[in-house]
């Protein structure tokens, strides 16, 4: 799926904060922004503060990302295939057997990411235009105390 890094501190129970790039293979500040986060975790050029928190560094679109392309296949977006359906499990003896019974690549992949998106506290899900654009940054519902005490570390 991804890195997953950890500050020292009890993990049940804590605060995560997932960073995803990718999510369109085309973007390529995303995907570059969760390999340098990555290295400089690793090599201690940054370190998470925060105790109790957990911080997920993860790379969307595996596909779309080899080919450099915004999904795996024409038309396909892993955006669209965040669906309540893709929360529902399906047994890894199915998948193995019928892929046709999960769909696109997409669709196997939000299923794939569900689970840890769905138990995150924050999604910083980094995205790129290919117009002309001053920065913005987009908050899904109202910014509580919770997520500026997130952001602090």
Same mark, same amino acid.
């Given at each position: 799926?991804?890195?997953? !890094?950890?500050?020292?501190?009890?993990?049940?129970?804590? &605060?995560?904060?997932?960073?995803?790039? %990718? *999510?369109?293979?085309?973007?390529?500040? %995303? $995907?570059?922004?969760?390999?340098?986060?990555?290295?400089?975790?690793?090599?201690?050029?940054? $370190?998470?503060?925060?105790?109790?928190?957990? !911080? @997920?560094?993860?790379?969307? @679109?595996?596909?779309? $990302?080899? $080919?450099?392309?915004?999904?795996?296949?024409?038309?396909?977006?892993?955006?669209?295939?965040? +669906?309540?359906?893709?929360?529902?499990? *399906?047994?890894?003896? *199915? !998948?193995?057997?019928?892929?046709?019974?999960? %769909? +696109?690549?997409?669709?196997?992949?939000?299923?794939?990411?569900?689970?840890?998106?769905?138990?995150?506290?924050?999604? *910083?899900?980094?995205?790129?235009? @290919?117009?002309?654009?001053?920065?913005?940054?987009?908050?899904? %519902?109202?910014? +509580?105390?919770? &997520?500026?005490?997130?952001?602090?570390?």
């Amino acid at each position: 799926l991804g890195q997953r !890094l950890s500050a020292l501190g009890d993990v049940h129970g804590a &605060h995560r904060v997932t960073i995803m790039g %990718g *999510v369109h293979g085309n973007e390529q500040v %995303g $995907i570059e922004v969760v390999k340098r986060l990555v290295n400089d975790l690793r090599t201690g050029k940054y $370190i998470v503060r925060k105790e109790n928190c957990v !911080l @997920n560094l993860v790379f969307g @679109n595996l596909e779309a $990302i080899k $080919i450099a392309k915004r999904g795996s296949a024409a038309g396909a977006d892993l955006n669209r295939a965040f +669906t309540l359906d893709c929360m529902k499990p *399906v047994p890894k003896h *199915v !998948l193995a057997a019928k892929m046709e019974l999960v %769909g +696109t690549y997409e669709a196997q992949r939000a299923r794939e990411l569900a689970p840890l998106l769905s138990e995150s506290s924050v999604l *910083v899900d980094l995205h790129a235009t @290919n117009k002309p654009s001053e920065p913005f940054i987009r908050i899904a %519902g109202c910014c +509580t105390a919770e &997520h500026l005490d997130l952001a602090s570390w």
